[in-house]
C-alpha cells in the first residue's frame, strides 16, 4: 500500500444537512469537526508507507477512527461498522452517506504500521500541538502524575501450568515450522499431555505429586532442548521464538543436579519483577502495590493542572510492572522537555520522589518536585523518641558525624543501597556506645550505625522534609488528588485497565489512544464551559458544611 496525499475536502452537503438534522445539539464527533477541525493531514504519515503499490486509506482518516474508536471502546469490527452506518461518523471524517466503508482488518495494519516506524506517539503528540497552539496547554506551568496497574491480556498461571502451556505453545510452533521432523520425534505420550490447553488438565493437589508433575513436564523440556542442540542440522530453531521462550522459562523454573530435572522452590527462583507469566507475552510481568499482585504493566498519566485551564494530559509512559515509579520520572521529565512542555511545579506521589530525583529534576529540567518524603522506617524514628539518623550533625569537609551526645564517627564508607541510590554508612566506635549512657535510645546492637545520602542528595531531602512539615506545602499538594479523577475516567470510561493486545509496545499505543481520546473529550467539554467542574458533595455531606 502507498501513501498518496490528497486535500482534505469538506463535510458533503448531504452528509453536514442529514446528520445536523438527526442531532440538532450535535454531538461529541460532530462537535470535534465543527469545533478542531481537521486534526490530521496525510503529509504526517508519509514515513509509514512506501512510494509504489495500491493507493491507502487515506491515514488522517484512520488516525481519526483510531481515536473515536477508543472513545467508545469499540473493536476494530464495530469500529468498521460505525463508519459505514453512524452519520455523526461520516460527518467527522467527511464521507459520502453511501460511502460503503473499509474491512476492519485495515485498523490492525494502520496500528501496525504506526508501531513498525516508530510512531507510537504520533497521534498523541500531533493532536497535544493543536492543543497547544490553541493555547489550551502551554509550558510552565504545574503537572502532575500518578500511575494505576494494567492488567495483561493473557492470564495469570501458576508455575506448573506455566511450565505445561509454554512446553504446549512450543510444540505447536514447531509443528508449523518443522512439522515433518516433530512428528517423527516426538513421543506417543506428549499428544496426551499436550494436545489440549494446560487448564483442562487437573493437576494434582497434593504438592509431591504436583512437583513430580511440574519434573515430568521439565524432562519434556530438557528432551527437545537437547534434541535442537546436539543436531546440527536443526540449529536454526534457535530463531524461533517459542525455542527462545522454552529456555528462558525452564532457567527460571527448572535446574539440572548431576543429570536430574529438579523443579526450583519457590526460594530459589527469579525475582516476580523478571518472571515470564505465561509464554503468549512474555513482557507481561508480576507487579505488586501493598497487598495487591497483578500480571501486566503500568500506565503512568501525566497532565496539566493550572487553574484558568483545561486538565489535558501531557504524556503517558506504559513500564513493566516490576519497575519503580521513581525510575520513571527522569523519563517523564525529558520527554516533557522534547515537548517543550516542562511544568515550573510537577506534583507525584512519595514512589515518584526519591533523594536523587529532589536534585535531578532542579538541576536538569528547573522542575520543582513537589512530593511527600519517605517516612523514617528505623524503630528511631517511628518511636519519636529515639536518636533518629536526622539526630546526628553531619560534617561534610571531615566525612564525620557526630552523635547528640557528642561522640564522633568511626568510619565513613561510601555504598549503593538496594534502591541504587548513593548512600553512606557511618559507623561509631563500639567502645564509646557501649558505655553510652543514652544508649537505649539510639540502638539495640553493640554499636550504631545511620545510613545518609551523599552530600548533595542529603541536603536536597532535609530541604524537602522542612517544606514537607508546613501548612503551604499541604495547600499545593492537596491538588494532585484530581489526577484520581483521571485515572478513573480512563478505567471507567476507556477501559484503560485491561489489555487490548498482546505485547508491551501495542498496549503502549492503546494507552496512548485512549490519553488522546480523553483529551478531545476533556477540551470539547471545556469549550462549552471554560470550567473545571468542583468535586461533588453529597446532601448530607452538605448539611455538615
Known amino acids: 500500500m ?22 440538532p445539539k450535535g454531538s461529541t464527533f460532530i462537535r470535534m469537526r465543527d469545533e478542531l477541525g481537521i486534526l490530521y493531514q496525510d503529509e504526517a504519515f508519509a514515513a509509514l508507507f512506501p512510494q509504489n503499490g495500491q493507493p491507502a486509506l487515506a491515514p488522517w482518516r484512520l488516525a481519526l477512527i483510531t481515536i473515536m474508536q477508543f472513545a467508545e471502546e469499540l473493536s476494530d469490527r464495530q469500529a468498521a461498522d460505525a463508519v459505514r452506518a453512524r452519520l455523526d461518523w461520516k460527518y467527522a471524517l467527511s464521507l459520502e452517506l453511501e460511502d460503503s466503508g473499509f474491512d476492519f482488518s485495515v485498523l490492525s495494519e494502520f496500528r501496525s504500521r504506526l508501531l513498525g516506524g516508530n510512531a507510537e506517539y504520533l497521534l498523541f503528540d500531533t493532536m497535544l500541538d493543536h492543543f497547544k497552539q490553541r493555547g489550551l496547554v ?76 511440574a519434573q515430568t513436564i521439565g524432562a519434556d523440556g530438557y528432551q527437545l532442548l537437547n534434541a535442537i542442540d546436539t543436531t546440527p542440522e536443526l540449529h536454526w530453531l534457535y530463531q524461533v521464538p517459542a525455542v527462545q521462550t522454552l529456555r528462558r522459562v525452564w532457567l527460571q523454573h527448572f535446574e539440572l543436579v548431576d543429570g536430574h530435572v529438579h523443579f526450583r522452590s519457590d526460594d530459589n527462583i527469579p525475582p516476580p519483577a523478571t518472571m515470564i507469566c505465561s509464554p503468549y507475552d512474555t513482557e507481561a510481568t ?29 504524556h503517558v509512559e506504559t513500564s513493566p510492572a ?22 515550573k511545579e510537577h506534583l507525584t506521589d512519595t514512589n515518584y520522589a526519591e533523594s536523587k530525583q529532589f536534585v535531578a529534576s532542579q538541576v536538569d529540567y528547573g522542575i520543582d518536585l513537589i512530593a ?29 558525624a557526630i552523635c547528640p551526645t557528642g561522640h564522633p564517627s568511626s568510619s565513613w564508607t561510601p555504598a549503593i543501597d538496594r534502591r541504587d541510590n548513593e548512600v553512606i554508612k557511618i559507623k561509631f566506635s563500639t567502645k564509646d556506645c557501649q558505655a553510652c549512657p543514652c544508649r537505649s535510645q539510639c540502638t539495640r546492637t553493640d554499636r550504631r550505625t545511620i545510613t545518609v545520602r551523599k552530600e548533595e542528595h542529603h541536603m536536597a531531602l532535609e530541604k524537602a522534609r522542612a517544606r514537607e512539615k508546613t501548612s503551604e506545602f499541604w495547600k499545593v499538594y492537596d491538588q494532585r488528588a484530581g489526577i484520581e479523577a483521571t485515572m478513573s475516567q480512563g478505567v471507567r470510561a476507556f477501559d484503560m485497565r485491561r489489555s487490548r493486545y498482546e505485547g508491551f509496545s501495542k498496549t503502549h499505543l492503546q494507552h496512548l489512544a485512549c490519553a488522546t481520546a480523553m483529551n478531545i473529550v476533556r477540551v470539547l467539554a471545556w469549550l462549552e464551559e471554560p470550567s473545571v467542574a468542583k468535586t461533588r458533595t453529597s446532601h448530607f455531606a452538605a448539611l455538615a458544611a
Not at 503512568?300 to 493542572?305: F, N
Not at 519503580?324 to 515537548?339: F, S
Not at 519519636?384 to 566525612?399: E, R, T
Open 322 to 343: 516490576g519497575k519503580g515509579d521513581v525510575d520513571v520520572t527522569p523519563v517523564i521529565h525529558q520527554a516533557l522537555k522534547d515537548k517543550q512542555l516542562l511544568p
Open 372 to 400: 511527600p518524603t519517605r517516612a523514617d522506617n528505623k524503630w528511631q524514628g517511628q518511636a519519636k523518641q529515639g536518636f533518629a539518623a536526622s539526630s546526628f550533625q553531619i560534617d561534610w569537609p571531615a566525612q564525620q
Open 138 to 213: 502551554k509550558a510552565g506551568g504545574r503537572q502532575r502524575t500518578d500511575a494505576t496497574h494494567i492488567l495483561a491480556k493473557v492470564r495469570a498461571l501458576h508455575r506448573v501450568m506455566c511450565v505445561g502451556e509454554t512446553f504446549r505453545a512450543t510444540l505447536n510452533s514447531l509443528a508449523v515450522v518443522a512439522p515433518t521432523w516433530l512428528q517423527s520425534f516426538a513421543p506417543e505420550e506428549w499428544h496426551i499431555r499436550y494436545d489440549h490447553r494446560m487448564e483442562e488438565h487437573r493437576f494434582p493437589r497434593d504438592t509431591i505429586k504436583r512437583i513430580a508433575a
Open 286 to 314: 508480576y507487579g505488586r502495590k501493598l497487598t495487591t499482585w497483578w500480571v501486566g504493566y503500568k500506565v503512568h498519566l501525566t497532565e496539566s493542572c493550572d487553574e484558568d485551564q483545561p486538565r489535558l494530559i501531557t
Open 2 to 23: 502507498s501513501l498518496k496525499p490528497e486535500p482534505i475536502h469538506p463535510v458533503p452537503q448531504e452528509t453536514a444537512r442529514v446528520a445536523k438534522a438527526a442531532f
